[in-house]
């Protein structure tokens, strides 16, 4: 995968900080994010309000430690 740098505003960055669901996310997770929300909000305003919702819960179950790792996850599902 080719990758390239971009200049963003620190208010930017700290503005696509509030859409990281966990500190691994990488920018261009959260970038990829943002645009999915932008478009379905084009074509499906109903579906990118519940999205959004989804969202938001899943950061305050993160917050409040309600998850499992990914190495877990594998582990239960016997991978």
Same mark, same amino acid.
């Given at each position: ?10 208010d930017t ?18 970038? +990829? ?5 932008? +478009? ?8 990118? +309000? ?13 917050? +409040?430690?309600?998850?499992?790792t ?10």
């Amino acid at each position: 995968m080719d990758a390239t740098t971009i200049k963003i505003h620190e208010d930017t960055k700290l503005g696509l900080d509030t859409f990281r669901e966990h500190l691994s996310e990488s920018y261009d997770e959260v970038i +990829q994010k943002v645009i999915y929300i932008a +478009q379905t909000c084009k074509t499906n305003p109903k579906l990118s +309000q519940e999205t959004i919702v989804a969202i938001e819960k899943a950061r305050e179950r993160i917050k +409040q430690g309600k998850f499992i790792t990914e190495a877990d996850a594998k582990k239960r599902l016997g991978l």
